[in-house]
């Protein structure tokens, strides 16, 4: 079996292109796509580091192949500013710039995608659930503590401006 | 670290994908969630001809109360598992080890069946599933078949799937609406595979004396099993401190951990001998007035 054709909306844009069935979604989306915001790092699950929205839950997009996700809706980085504040960044974007949450920048699109549910869902999480959440992304600059400061903050923020 | 070529057909009922694993080539390979196997697939570890993806068949996607037991379509991801009220309320050990899975965007997508056919040696699922004595339904062009979990899982990454078998749905018997249940396990960080782990579930009577209990282990054996000596040791008795630690040393000296470059064989004992003892007492204690 050759190529198979895949369309799929990343972004809110149809992607169309022929794919091998052994086409990483993460290569997909960087080579085909073009939106080389979703990092590659180990390939096999464990960094995080390409973590892309499918169908709106996290997913590992170097744990899936391109030719799976006919018909799905992939959001990644580039989508996040679509909700974009003044700087044209997401809240959580601007939190992390403002708290120092990240240094090399090479894990943060995967943890923006790990932790952007967290700012959407309905609950309000604690720290705990914050760690959880931010768990499955390596990061060998930060030490975390400030990507959780980052995020506690964007949390306020959003509560705030659910109040008002 | 990309993956060999192969064939992939997506197929859209249970029917289609046995017809596709019985007419396809010998390595042919299920793929559901794939968070166990485009690992192996990227590092070439395994390369099969044709993947067979399930993700479409909806049909394999329930957690649903059958006469009192439960029942999981072997498509069901961890994070429906994780947030299902049927399987919290009848269940709960089964949310409490599904928690250690690795993380939530793996959660995702990972599925019971993934889990079950795969038998990674330390995976949460299988041990959980062996101490709440589950069976298996598989389906092939021949017929269906029930696998006790026993039958079930032969050694590490290894099951009595047939070729042309698929895994359709986990079965889990009633459990006491008072019963006990623990599962606890140590990694070395948030996530990763567990180095020991145990679960527990027990009932006791009237007098607090222990009436049934399970403890399956996990880095014990290359596959789940059941610490049957411990259990002997808690049936019928009261379960204070020096007893759930007399069973715990009975656990870790029965099992046959295999050490690794994160431990030898006496440290992975001794972590078993712990995580079997907070098992069973959490147990213990989570048993509502009997």
């Known amino acids: 079996m050759g190529m198979q054709r895949i369309s799929v909306n990343v972004n809110g844009a149809d992607v169309e292109a022929r794919v091998e069935p052994r086409l990483l979604l993460s290569d997909f989306i960087r080579h085909d796509a073009g939106l080389t915001g979703t990092h590659v790092g180990c390939e096999h699950g464990v960094c995080g580091a390409c973590t892309v929205e499918v169908d709106g839950a996290p997913a590992r997009s170097c744990l899936m192949f391109a030719v799976q996700v006919e018909g799905a809706v992939i959001r990644t980085v580039e989508g996040l500013t679509a909700s974009a504040g003044p700087e044209g960044w997401s809240v959580l974007q601007q939190s992390l710039h403002e708290h120092h949450g990240l240094q090399c920048g090479f894990c943060t699109p995967g943890i923006l995608m790990s932790l952007q549910p967290l700012l959407t869902a309905e609950e309000d999480p604690d720290e705990t659930q914050i760690r959880e959440a931010l768990a499955g992304n390596l990061c060998r600059c930060t030490g975390y503590e400030n990507i959780v400061n980052a995020v506690m903050a964007a949390l306020a923020q959003v509560r705030s401006s659910r109040a008002a | ?290």
């Open chain 2, 1 to 290: 670290m990309k993956p060999a070529s192969f064939d992939y057909l997506r197929v859209h009922s249970v029917e289609e994908a046995l017809t596709a694993l019985h007419d396809g080539p010998e390595d042919s390979k299920i793929i559901a969630g794939g968070q166990s196997l485009v690992p192996l697939l990227n590092f070439r570890l395994a390369e099969p001809a044709l993947l067979i993806d399930i993700n479409d068949l909806h049909e394999l996607s329930f957690v649903r109360r059958v006469g009192g037991a439960l029942r999981i379509g072997a498509l069901t991801r961890h994070s429906t598992l994780e947030k299902s009220a049927v399987v919290r309320d009848g269940w709960p050990l089964l949310q409490e080890a599904v928690r250690f899975v690795a993380h939530p965007q793996i959660r995702s997508r990972g599925t019971i069946g993934g889990s079950v056919a795969h038998a990674d040696s330390a995976a949460e699922l299988p041990v959980a599933l062996a101490a709440l004595d589950a069976e298996f339904v598989t389906r092939s062009v021949s017929g269906s078949r029930r696998i006790p979990w026993r039958d079930f899982f032969l050694g590490p990454m290894t099951t009595a799937l047939e070729p042309g078998e698929l895994l359709v749905e986990v079965r889990v018997p009633l459990l006491r609406k008072s019963h006990g249940h623990a599962f606890v396990e140590h990694t070395r960080r948030n996530g990763d595979f567990a180095l020991a782990g145990a679960g527990v579930v027990l009932d006791l009577n009237s007098d607090r004396r222990c009436s049934r209990i399970s403890v399956a282990l996990l880095g014990a054996a290359p596959t789940p099993v059941r610490a049957t000596d411990a259990e002997d040791c808690l049936l019928g008795a009261v379960i204070t401190e020096e007893r759930a630690a007399r069973a715990a040393k009975m656990a870790a000296e029965a099992g046959s951990p295999s050490g690794d470059l994160h431990g030898s064989v006496a440290y992975h004992r001794s972590l078993l001998e712990v995580v079997v003892r907070r098992a069973i007492l959490a147990a213990n204690l989570r048993v509502q007035e009997p």
